[in-house]
């Protein structure tokens, strides 16, 4: 069989539907209740830090994009910033990494909603809903983000539903008269939300696939984060003033407490919250399978990988990998967990984005969408702080 390559079929309005869809997918249907567990009636602070955090690391990614668009952008960046191969490798598995497990924490968060419209086992169900999401993503990407697109809309309302009823029942008493601010439950709530941004870094690992991408990808990206990071703000305030945080944080289905709150059943949120879980799903498996394409093309043990499938256009072995991967760890790992490691992981991740982009601008100033050198450095170190609080976080410090 002749080998194939991808192909550019991508523009602006599709690429950002994706960011927005996979961020939007990515947990906070099922993260508003852990991250108030940890900051309380605070929690809206601690998305915005969250957001403040990625921010810079979403304009240092756009730039990227510009000066190296190819599959597995994190690995080249690495790689042509640094100089260091065997570094740039890791981090591009550790992006695999984080893909399967967001995947998986959000079919297995997304299942929590599902369950209430489907009576049938949770573990089939994550099974059977994996299989089929794999199935779609092998099949094209221009197909795979169309779908995307649509599911993106459905989960769009559903939040903008969310915000109404949140906003339209008196207030709960504590969100009336908050504690004092707890920094150190913030600080934790924060490195847990930053979940929630992830996606504009798998925007760059489609850049093969973009129509012109030096205009679109930048744009892209930055439009994204944008438009989810004001969705965040406004759910986050409307869950924690219509429910009590206690109840907000014993929940899997925190949203439809704050549909339920204002007197609606909770069928239609479930619906829509299961939307959003099978396109975060799906495009976390897309990108994967894109970064592991491209590790193919750069790491000889790993040229297995390198391979499109002529008609369809889509890495089809790298797909299957990644979407067995996920199955298995939707299946056999709780939700917070692999939330905090994915977390974990792509701060890490961040921390070496943002230090090679200072040093190729340093290097080579000139390219077609620049940022200050102050966004990388701030980046570099925003990255590494909040990685350093999800450590400890992780290990009970915090």
């Given at each position: 069989?002749?080998?194939?390559?991808?192909?550019?079929?991508?523009?602006?309005?599709?690429?950002?539907?994706?960011?927005?869809?996979?961020?939007?997918?990515?947990?906070?249907?099922?993260?508003?209740?852990?991250?108030?567990?940890?900051?309380?009636?605070?929690?809206?602070?601690?998305?915005?830090?969250?957001?403040?955090?990625?921010?810079?690391?979403?304009?240092?990614?756009?730039?990227?994009?510009?000066?190296?668009?190819?599959?597995?952008?994190?690995?080249?960046?690495?790689?042509?910033?640094?100089?260091?191969?065997?570094?740039?490798?890791?981090?591009?598995?550790?992006?695999?990494?984080?893909?399967?497990?967001?995947?998986?924490?959000?079919?297995?968060?997304?299942?929590?909603?599902?369950?209430?419209?489907?009576?049938?086992?949770?573990?089939?169900?994550?099974?059977?809903?994996?299989?089929?999401?794999?199935?779609?993503?092998?099949?094209?990407?221009?197909?795979?983000?169309?779908?995307?697109?649509?599911?993106?809309?459905?989960?769009?309302?559903?939040?903008?539903?969310?915000?109404?009823?949140?906003?339209?029942?008196?207030?709960?008493?504590?969100?009336?008269?908050?504690?004092?601010?707890?920094?150190?439950?913030?600080?934790?709530?924060?490195?847990?939300?930053?979940?929630?941004?992830?996606?504009?870094?798998?925007?760059?690992?489609?850049?093969?696939?973009?129509?012109?991408?030096?205009?679109?990808?930048?744009?892209?990206?930055?439009?994204?984060l944008a438009i989810t990071t004001a969705l965040y703000l406004l759910?986050?305030?409307?869950a924690v003033r219509a429910v009590p945080v206690a109840v907000l944080?014993?929940?899997?289905?925190?949203?439809?407490?704050v549909w339920e709150s204002a007197g609606h059943g909770a069928l239609?949120?479930?619906?829509?919250?299961?939307?959003?879980?099978?396109?975060?799903?799906?495009?976390?498996?897309?990108?994967?399978?894109?970064?592991?394409?491209?590790?193919?093309?750069?790491?000889?043990?790993?040229?297995?990988?390198?391979?499109?499938?002529?008609?369809?256009?889509?890495?089809?072995?790298?797909?299957?990998?990644?979407?067995?991967?996920?199955?298995?760890?939707?299946?056999?790992?709780?939700?917070?967990?692999?939330?905090?490691?994915?977390?974990?992981?792509?701060?890490?991740?961040?921390?070496?984005?943002?230090?090679?982009?200072?040093?190729?601008?340093?290097?080579?100033?000139?390219?077609?969408?620049?940022?200050?050198?102050?966004?990388?450095?701030?980046?570099?170190?925003?990255?590494?702080?909040?990685?350093?609080?999800?450590?400890?976080?992780?290990?009970?410090?915090?």
């Amino acid at each position: 069989m002749a080998e194939g390559t991808l192909k550019r079929r991508l523009g602006p309005v599709l690429l950002t539907a994706y960011g927005v869809g996979v961020m939007v997918g990515a947990g906070i249907y099922v993260l508003v209740g852990a991250v108030a567990a940890q900051a309380g009636v605070w929690a809206p602070l601690a998305f915005v830090l969250a957001g403040l955090i990625a921010a810079p690391s979403a304009l240092s990614y756009a730039e990227l994009s510009v000066r190296l668009p190819e599959a597995a952008g994190e690995v080249a960046y690495v790689e042509e910033g640094l100089h260091r191969h065997g570094l740039a490798v890791a981090v591009g598995l550790a992006i695999v990494l984080s893909g399967m497990i967001s995947a998986a924490a959000v079919l297995r968060g997304g299942v929590g909603y599902l369950g209430l419209l489907v009576p049938i086992d949770a573990q089939v169900l994550i099974a059977g809903l994996g299989l089929v999401l794999v199935g779609v993503a092998l099949i094209g990407v221009l197909e795979s983000l169309a779908f995307a697109a649509v599911l993106t809309l459905i989960e769009v309302v559903g939040l903008a539903l969310v915000i109404w009823a949140g906003f339209s029942v008196p207030p709960v008493a504590e969100f009336l008269t908050p504690p004092s601010l707890p920094l150190a439950g913030v600080a934790a709530a924060a490195a847990l939300a930053f979940f929630a941004f992830i996606g504009f870094e798998d925007m760059v690992n489609m850049a093969e696939e973009v129509r012109d991408p030096n205009r679109t990808l930048p744009r892209s990206i930055l439009a994204a984060l944008a438009i989810t990071t004001a969705l965040y703000l406004l759910v986050s305030i409307a869950a924690v003033r219509a429910v009590p945080v206690a109840v907000l944080a014993s929940s899997e289905r925190p949203l439809a407490l704050v549909w339920e709150s204002a007197g609606h059943g909770a069928l239609l949120l479930a619906a829509i919250a299961g939307a959003a879980a099978l396109n975060g799903v799906l495009a976390q498996v897309v990108m994967a399978a894109r970064v592991l394409y491209g590790l193919g093309k750069r790491a000889p043990l790993l040229r297995i990988f390198a391979h499109a499938h002529p008609r369809l256009g889509t890495p089809v072995l790298a797909t299957s990998l990644i979407g067995g991967l996920t199955i298995c760890a939707a299946l056999l790992l709780p939700v917070a967990a692999l939330a905090q490691t994915t977390s974990l992981v792509l701060l890490g991740v961040f921390t070496l984005v943002n230090l090679s982009l200072v040093f190729l601008k340093r290097r080579q100033p000139a390219a077609a969408f620049r940022v200050p050198m102050i966004v990388p450095v701030f980046g570099t170190l925003a990255s590494a702080a909040a990685f350093g609080a999800a450590v400890l976080s992780a290990g009970g410090l915090l």
